[in-house]
């Protein structure tokens, strides 16, 4: 089978959104399908698509508009519709039997005037999305709604990553999604065991995520440690990660007087790492859609305090595998941190049972679970 696979990824080279088609591209090739990719052009290098293209598959790269020409593309794609850009004539040539759009949140296909234009062909092959993330306040104007009806409606599949997500997507499109189903991504472990509990004299917190507040809310997690009731307990915070908010992150932990007790170490590819030097995921996010940081921390045997966002309460239940604040605020994170910091004695065997969860509800091959749905069996 063609298989082509299409990510909107464009601010970044990597992120946990791309495990799941980078994987399945892997096993299509491995067993003797074609593969295209169309990703963006990004200013740091992509290994994972050099990667690809080395096992067979074939890469067509879309430029990254600059802001002040956005405007100008987006009027150019209204007026000549009917106009291939270069990827798009490329891959036509490919003859694809299936696109693939992995899609970081649920609606940027169609957002991007572009490749919804090249969806809706009515000589384009069928297509399929995965939607990694939604965010419930996202709310689409009568336009988009629109469009988004069709392209729902005309999918061949519709995969979230969690199932609040597929409901609330339902609510934002006001019709129900046809032909959805739940998928999982593959976890960035070399051998998902059990670690041995770190030494307890100081509590360590690991936040691991890109630092990008808008959505990862880390700035919730630094006023609910700043509250008075923290300044005698004993706790380190180590951020995980890379992203634009790293100043206003840093300027956060001073204005409220826990920098000595704060350490930003960029990002980690070792997981396994960070599990056996810290105690707790902590994850503040304003939207999510099933966060592989959290299942891996769950595999490692180590609790979370989340947000109770995207698929978070899918897999996390207070007090059998964390703690779960209301909503992404900081009174409320502030009560569930102290809710577990209460519990902390009792930590070690709530990460056991957050890993044995993990065990149970993980699909044991996601990657053959997807490629199966897109050979159509």
Known sequence: MRIAFVTTLSNCAWGG???????????????GHDVAI????????APHLDDLERRGARLF??????????GL???AVREFGGTRTRWLRALDRWMPELIVVNQGGTFQVTRDLALRTALGRSDAPPYALICHHNADGDLLSDDDRAVAHRQFADARWVAFVAESNRRAAERQLAMPVERAFIAQSPVNLASPGALPWPPDTVVRFACVARLDARIKAQEILLHALGGAEWADRRF??????????????????GHVGIGSRVTFHGHVNDVETIWRENHALVLPSRSEGTPLVAIEAMLCARPSIATAVGGLTEWIDEPGEGFVAEAP???SFAAAMNRAWAERSHWSGIGLAARARALRQRDPDPVGTLLTRILGR
């Open 17 to 31: 959104s791309e495990l799941l088609w980078t994987h399945t591209a892997r096993r299509a090739l491995d067993d």
């Open 38 to 45: 169309v990703a963006t052009r990004t200013p740091e290098p």
């Open 61 to 70: 790269l879309r430029a990254r508009p600059r802001k002040r020409w956005r």
């Open 73 to 75: 593309i987006q009027r």
């Open 236 to 253: 380190e915070l180590h951020f995980y990660g890379k992203g634009s908010d790293l100043a206003y992150l840093e300027a956060v932990c």
């Open 329 to 331: 605020t900081v009174t």
